[in-house]
């Protein structure tokens, strides 16, 4: 199974650099993940800026394979509201299957039957409603915009860790999302914001899924309503019942930990001790790389 990671500099002329908590969840990622599953082939897709930051740092040997000629690439997306574009972008040109998983989202336990994953056409990290949070069909901005979707829901995928199995699906959702992030870029809305990014990424997929009838199964023992709302699983949806004892996506923690010291402490020692847990010489060269590139803020 090929598993991907994606790590883009998206502001393009500046130094790449990670805050501690981003760069210790990037470790715990793929390092743990690789204790926890080595019969799978681990890729990073980067640009030349964030590798030259991971050889700095000592850790870009972490990845079997790192790939820089696709995102070093010229493309006509505004990665001010598309910020998560370079995913399509890799996997538009990746057949299915393979997995892609968040630099921010880490395994603590070997909680995922790999051999099981062929059964299914899509693994998600999570089934969301997002009523009043993502746009609509009727939403100005992309109404005139042209997709087979029925919207029989207000549901989405969240692809913090995503399977795809079936190829068709892969590519025509890839191409779409792609599609549509280019022409609203070059549009140039005034109100053009990252929830068409989520909207592209995660509700297509969802209706892509529903277009196919698609075997769906989720990891989450819970659904998201609205921006983070935890509810019940979604009647219809199947989920391996996973929770924060078998893996953690830091998401919104990246930025409230800035503001609330004892937050940050709290994050920085459980992501460490994910990775002390499943290899104590890791957690080791993990206070090295911060060392390393903390250098740069001095």
Same mark, same amino acid.
């Given at each position: 199974m090929k598993v991907?990671?994606?790590?883009?500099? /998206? %502001?393009?002329?500046?130094?790449? #650099?990670?805050?501690?908590?981003?760069?210790?969840?990037?470790? &715990?990622?793929?390092?743990?993940?690789?204790?926890?599953?080595?019969?799978?082939?681990?890729?990073?897709?980067?640009?030349?800026?964030?590798?030259?930051?991971?050889?700095k740092i000592e850790i870009s040997d972490l990845w079997e394979t790192i790939h820089t000629n696709e995102l070093d690439s010229p493309d006509l997306i505004d990665r001010n509201p598309f910020w998560a574009a370079s995913k399509i972008k890799v996997i538009k040109e990746i057949e299915a299957p393979f997995i892609i998983m968040d630099c921010d989202l880490y395994f603590k336990d070997q909680c995922l039957d790999l051999d099981s994953f062929s059964e299914f056409d899509i693994i998600t990290n999570q089934i969301e409603?997002?009523?009043?949070?993502?746009?609509?069909?009727?939403?100005?901005? /992309? %109404?005139?915009?042209?997709?087979? #979707?029925?919207?029989?829901?207000?549901?989405?995928?969240?692809? &913090?860790?995503l399977y795809i199995g079936d190829e068709r699906i892969r590519k025509e959702y890839t191409?779409?999302?792609?599609?549509?992030?280019?022409?609203?870029?070059?549009?140039?809305?005034?109100?053009?914001?990252?929830?068409?990014?989520?909207?592209?990424?995660?509700?297509?997929?969802?209706?892509?899924?529903?277009?196919?009838?698609?075997?769906?199964?989720?990891?989450?023992?819970?659904?998201?309503?609205?921006?983070?709302?935890k509810i019940p699983i979604i009647n219809g949806y199947k989920t391996l019942n996973l929770n924060d004892s078998n893996y953690v996506h830091l998401h919104r923690l990246k930025s409230?930990?800035?503001?609330?010291?004892?937050?940050?402490?709290?994050?920085?020692?459980?992501?460490?001790?994910?990775?002390?847990?499943?290899?104590?010489?890791?957690?080791k060269r993990s206070f090295s790389a911060l060392k390393l590139s903390n250098e740069d803020l001095f």
């Open positions: 991907i990671w994606v790590l883009e500099n /998206i %502001k393009k002329g500046h130094k790449f #650099f990670l805050p501690e908590i981003e760069l210790l969840g990037l470790i &715990a990622s793929v390092s743990n993940w690789k204790i926890l599953y080595p019969k799978t082939s681990t890729h990073l897709y980067c640009d030349s800026s964030v590798l030259e930051y991971l050889d409603d997002g009523i009043g949070y993502y746009p609509t069909k009727r939403d100005s901005v /992309i %109404k005139d915009m042209v997709d087979p #979707f029925g919207y029989k829901s207000s549901h989405a995928f969240n692809v &913090a860790f191409d779409l999302a792609y599609s549509w992030m280019e022409d609203l870029s070059m549009k140039n809305e005034e109100s053009l914001s990252g929830k068409y990014m989520i909207f592209c990424e995660q509700k297509m997929l969802k209706e892509f899924a529903d277009l196919y009838d698609a075997k769906i199964i989720c990891l989450a023992d819970h659904s998201i309503k609205g921006a983070e709302e409230r930990v800035k503001s609330n010291t004892g937050l940050f402490l709290d994050t920085r020692s459980d992501v460490i001790k994910s990775i002390y847990n499943l290899d104590k010489m890791m957690a």
